[in-house]
């Protein structure tokens, strides 16, 4: 069964580096059918695709946070992990970790998502 | 960036009856090349992750039924379920792969009537 696991619910201080990883189980991260994503959505309110990437390591962010996001793949492990710097309570939200289909070489509709972790940014 | 836009944002639907929702894009997500609507939908249940039910507006996902299609072009799509179940009670987005960044409609909320 392809499943996706993020770690446990979080806390991070405003100013600080969100970390978050996840695994993939039941296949593997090395595919060339699939990119990895994260995805958050701020409770009560609605999605925002973060940025997706390659098993080789080519990203793509959203220009709306791409000066504080860092994704990284570790196919060794069957993981990806996001990195969130500088964050705010706005940053506050479940964060998905999840496989989108590849087209083109590009990343394509979201069939796998995981259970999410909810992240809140306080002090 | 591309803007989704659902309506309505809520709609109350007997069970047994259609339910409808639209979503509307500010740039077509339809490629000239092949003809593919770069557009997906997504149902979200309570405390649950979303899960895919129809890509490329109108193919669907594995596993989901037959009650639920999808349809449009261009710039203007539309989910249908043909008969409403109780367990269709959801929140339902919209997605656009067309371009980068991808984007989501705002969500629309299905209840029973």
């Known amino acids: 069964q392809l499943q996706l696991q993020e770690p446990g619910p979080g806390l991070v201080k405003p100013s600080e580096t969100l970390s978050l990883t996840c695994t993939f189980s039941?296949?593997?991260?090395?595919?060339?059918?699939?990119?990895w994503a994260w995805i958050r959505q701020p409770p009560g309110k609605g999605l925002e695709w973060i940025g997706s990437i390659y098993y080789s390591g080519s990203t793509y962010y959203n220009p709306s946070l791409k000066s504080r996001v860092t994704i990284s793949v570790d196919t060794s492990k069957n993981q990806f992990s996001l990195k969130l710097s500088s964050v705010t309570a706005a940053d506050t939200a479940v964060f998905y970790c999840t496989r989108q289909a590849s087209w083109n070489s590009l990343p394509g509709v979201v069939n796998i998502w995981g259970q999410g972790t909810m992240v809140t940014v306080s002090s | 960036d591309i803007v989704m836009t659902q309506s309505p944002d809520s709609l109350a639907v007997s069970l047994g009856e259609r339910a409808t929702i639209n979503c509307k894009s500010s740039h077509s997500v339809s490629s000239s090349s092949n003809n593919n609507n770069f557009l997906g939908w997504y149902q979200q249940k309570p405390g649950q992750p979303p899960r895919l039910l129809i890509y490329w507006a109108s193919t669907r996902e594995s596993g989901v039924p037959d009650r639920f299609s999808g349809s449009g072009s261009g710039t203007d799509f539309t989910l249908t379920i043909s008969s409403l179940q109780a367990e269709d009670v959801a929140v339902y987005y919209c997605?656009?792969?067309?371009?980068?960044?991808?984007?989501f409609g705002q969500g629309t909320k299905l209840e029973i009537k």
């Open positions: 997605h656009q792969y067309y371009s980068l960044p991808h984007t």
């Open positions: 039941g296949g593997s991260i090395a595919s060339t059918t699939s990119y």
